[in-house]
């Protein structure tokens, strides 16, 4: 049996890599680390407990058409050893496109005797793209007549790896393994309607003193045909109860951001970002996230847990 598990993690990072060498497609998040399920099936369960988190994201505020996002996560161990579930829903929406993704998750733990765990991931579910053309401007009159909306439902399958011990993380992902074009009554409207993404997640807390921690972290993701983009992160630990970091997009954004733990299972958080590169010109008012997360069985014991990623 596990024979075959290892097997199988072979595969994904021989998947991975030949895909690797791959716009921004995929839904963005700076606040990515509480959240990992959104691109990494393998998350799930490692936290231990039942956790929900909500997220929403208006990026570029004040732009006509800017992107608006919700995302929405449930993932818990099951009573059967080394088995875990979870769900993600996502809805998007960026000028007159809007995409709603449902996937469900599903990991098994590998346990070494010296410490660290390797979940390996799958998920499957689909995404409902709709396109409403009437919200655009024809400049000719008679293009009018071919402004109709359109909808397209497509079945999609992700995998993944995640590796943790007590204060180290690493995740290896493909979350949409399935490629698609845009079709309008056998027209194709585009050819890269939903592409291949690759992610690699890696995180590290570092004990300052008795009341500090540092936590330093970056996420990779890569599609075809255009730059990597890179998110470093570093954040401060207060009294395991209050945190607030830095963040930077390569060439592209910066940002603050901050949460805090409400007792002991809830915790809401606040991420802000403003673009660097040619966005900066154009009016608008950067970018805004709110998280609220839900911890049901168990307490949060410790920032310094990379299950608080």
């Known amino acids: 049996m596990k024979n075959q598990l290892y097997k199988f993690g072979i595969s994904i990072i021989v998947t991975f890599a030949i895909n690797f060498s791959f716009a921004q497609q995929d839904e963005q998040s700076s606040m990515y680390m509480f959240n990992p399920l959104q691109f990494n099936p393998a998350y799930a369960g490692s936290r231990g407990d039942l956790n929900v988190v909500g997220i929403i994201r208006s990026q570029w505020v004040g732009m006509n058409g800017a992107p608006k996002s ?64 009437q919200k655009l401007v024809a400049d000719d009159p008679t293009e009018s007549d071919y402004l109709t909306s359109i909808s397209q439902f497509n079945f999609n399958a992700g995998a993944g790896l995640y590796y943790y011990t007590k204060r180290f993380y690493a995740g290896l992902s493909v979350p949409r393994m399935l490629q698609s074009k845009l079709l309008n009554q056998s027209v194709i409207l585009s050819e890269s309607y939903i592409k291949r993404h690759g992610f690699i997640t890696v995180g590290y ?16 993701k890569a599609i075809e045909n255009a730059p990597v983009t890179v998110d470093l992160n570093a954040n401060l630990f207060f009294y395991k109860t209050f945190w607030i970091g830095a963040m930077y997009r390569y060439n592209e954004s910066i940002g603050l951001n901050m949460a805090y733990q409400l007792k002991e299972k809830f915790m809401v958080g606040y991420a802000y ?37």
């Open 205 to 220: 807390v570092q004990p300052i003193n008795s009341v500090i921690d540092l936590k330093t972290s970056f996420l990779i």
């Open 273 to 309: 970002d403003f673009p660097i590169n040619g966005l900066n010109t154009i009016k608008n008012m950067g970018s805004h996230e709110i998280m609220l997360s839900y911890s049901i069985n168990g307490k949060n014991k410790s920032f310094g847990s990379p299950r608080y990623f």
């Open 70 to 133: 919700q995302f929405v996560s449930l993932n818990s161990p099951l009573s059967i050893r080394n088995m875990s579930l979870g769900m993600h829903l996502c809805n998007d929406q960026v000028g007159a496109r809007n995409r709603t993704s449902f996937y469900g998750d599903y990991a098994y733990t590998l346990r070494f005797k010296r410490g660290g765990n390797l979940n390996l991931g799958i998920s499957g579910g689909g995404d409902q793209l709709a396109v409403d053309f």
